[in-house]
């Protein structure tokens, strides 16, 4: 950080002298003209290639026993392309996971092909979306499979359970494209500006998307105990506890994502009060099955102890409401 000290002309104008380095390195002269633009935050940012074409990012990597987890990091931290190259050709297992790496986040496509390289584009121009938006997908989408997977373990609806299953996989996609493009407005201001989101708002935003995608991992296990069950119907009493307890860990995280877009912390500080209501139903759960239904017990008590963590899940995006910065 360099220190410059404001100055002002007979005429009132303020003026500071910019760093020579800096002015060399970026191509400046008498002459030349930069742009100034002020942020949210009131910071003022000068930007000497502002009519200059940002060039694509790009990155490559060789097939190897890790090649999804590079595929998925690279498209993460913005890449624009990705060349898959190898030193021969190319083995078939090593195209099909590219393909299906490629298909698991939005927006990558293969553009290029041939006996010894593939190599992939990301598609999606960033300001075209906002954080809020796709963290409101990504949250609707986890809500409705939270609701289905209950349904269906007490209803016994095994075609059901198995949607629900399918349906992660467009959870898991948002929250990839949440990641990457919050990543590029911390690191482009103008971006920040033009999504309307602040630098310091992306860590809570990416925060809130990860238990979101928690809340879509418990509900794909919750319809996995509904599989499991083999279209057994859960009996009317259990069941009533059952969507009791669904009743307060639904509402808690649909409440959690409306505070935290409104910044209503009195509603966030009240999703806090129902922990021991969650944790009696709970046992009152433990108790009956041991009782009364043992030949369900593993499921019920799996889907019991799911639907706490997704209570859980809801209060921890609460504690992330802060009021809003003026």
Not at 112 to 136: N, W
Not at 165 to 177: H, K, M, Q, S
Request: contains cysteine; charged residues 30%; aromatic residues 4%.
């Amino acid at each position: 950080m360099e220190l410059r000290r404001v100055q002002r002309t007979g005429g009132g104008t303020f003026f500071v002298c910019l760093p020579k380095n800096w002015a060399e390195r970026s191509g400046l002269n008498k002459s030349s003209v930069v742009a100034l633009s002020e942020t949210a935050d009131g910071r003022l940012v000068v930007d000497a290639k502002y009519d200059v074409e940002r060039a694509p990012q790009v990155a490559a990597i060789r097939p190897s026993p890790l090649l999804d987890r590079e595929i998925m990091g690279k498209y993460l931290l913005g890449y624009d392309i990705i060349r898959v190259e190898a030193k021969e050709r190319m083995s078939s297992e090593d195209r099909e996971r590219i393909k299906q790496s490629s298909g698991r986040l939005i927006g990558l496509e293969i553009v290029e092909e041939d006996y010894s390289k593939i190599v992939m584009q990301c598609l999606l121009e960033p300001s075209a979306f906002a954080p809020d938006k796709i963290l409101q997908r990504e949250h609707s989408i986890a809500s409705i499979m939270h609701r289905d997977a209950v349904t269906a373990l007490i209803e016994g609806d095994g075609h059901l359970a198995k949607n629900v299953i399918a349906r992660d996989v467009e959870v898991n996609r948002l929250y990839f494209l949440l990641v990457r493009i919050l990543r590029t407005v911390i690191q482009n201001p103008g971006l920040s500006e033009k999504l309307g989101i602040l630098p310091i708002d992306c860590l809570d935003y990416r925060l809130t998307a990860s238990l979101v995608e928690a809340i879509g991992d418990k509900s794909v296990q919750l319809a996995e105990s509904a599989v499991e069950l083999a279209g057994s119907k859960i009996a009317k009493d259990l069941a009533q506890l059952l969507l009791r307890l669904h009743k307060i860990a639904f509402d808690t995280h649909e409440n959690a994502l409306k505070a935290m877009f409104s910044r209503d912390i009195a509603l966030a500080e009240a999703l806090r009060d129902q922990r021991r209501t969650v944790e009696n139903l709970v046992e009152e759960c433990e108790s009956l099955v041991q009782k009364n239904y043992s030949e369900v017990a593993p499921q019920v008590l799996k889907a019991a102890s799911l639907m706490q963590q997704i209570y859980g899940h809801g209060v921890d995006i609460a504690d992330l409401v802060m009021p809003k910065i003026h």
